[in-house]
Every structure is written in structure tokens, then in C-alpha cells.
């Protein structure tokens, strides 16, 4: 079991950036993926970005160029760098697993992008 709680969000104008943090209560070393998603009002959360423990990350095609996904094992720490923001980045994002565990989900930071 783990307990993730992000950090880092806000209200950014567009083209803006973020960094947001997700600490984790145990050690993430023996986790083979990390992942940040995103849910916006009304839609399905999505997996924005994904990275192993080997340092191999995946982008969903929307954020692909701007958005860095990183982790520091020694910290029990994954990041999200999102750079040129959008409106539609707008969401509440979270951190899990990925594939995601149902009991891991945390409150999530709020990504408001305006225009």
C-alpha cells in the first residue's frame, strides 16, 4: 500500500508553467511505472504521462513537447514539468500507479489555465 498526495498546482495564463509534485509514503523504487493523470469537469480522467523505473516515459499526444515527467527514487517523488500551458489543460491531476490502483488515488492538485 501507498499514499500519494500531490502539490503544486494553481491558476497559471496560458503559455504559462507548473510544476507539480507527487510524494509517495513508501518507497517508489520497487514500482515499475508511475504515472500522472488528469480529469477535466465532465470528462474521463486520462493518463497523461508515464515514466518506469528506469526512466522510460510515454506523453499522450496532447502534451507531447511540453509536459516532463520525472521521478527521484531516493525521494519517493515523481514530478510533472508542464511548460506552454493551455486552456485545455485545465484539470485535476493526480499521480498513481500505472496501471493505477483504485486504492491510491490521492485528492489531486487543480490545474486552472486561463486565457
Known amino acids: 500500500q501507498v499514499q500519494l498526495v500531490e502539490s503544486g498546482g494553481g491558476l497559471v495564463q496560458a503559455g504559462g508553467s507548473l510544476r507539480l509534485s507527487c510524494a509517495a509514503s513508501?518507497?517508489?523504487?520497487?514500482?515499475?511505472?508511475m504515472g500522472w493523470y488528469r480529469q477535466a469537469p465532465g470528462q474521463q480522467r486520462e493518463l497523461v504521462a508515464r515514466i518506469t523505473t528506469f526512466g522510460t516515459t510515454y506523453y499522450t499526444y496532447s502534451v507531447k513537447g511540453r509536459f516532463t515527467i520525472s521521478r527521484d527514487n531516493a525521494k519517493n517523488t515523481v514530478y510533472l514539468q508542464m511548460n506552454s500551458l493551455k486552456p485545455e489543460d485545465t484539470a485535476v491531476y493526480y499521480c498513481?500507479?500505472?496501471?493505477?490502483?483504485?486504492?491510491?488515488w490521492g485528492q489531486g492538485t487543480q490545474v486552472t489555465v486561463s486565457s
Open positions: 498513481n500507479t500505472v496501471p493505477f490502483g483504485n486504492s491510491y
Open positions: 513508501r518507497s517508489i523504487f520497487s514500482i515499475d511505472a
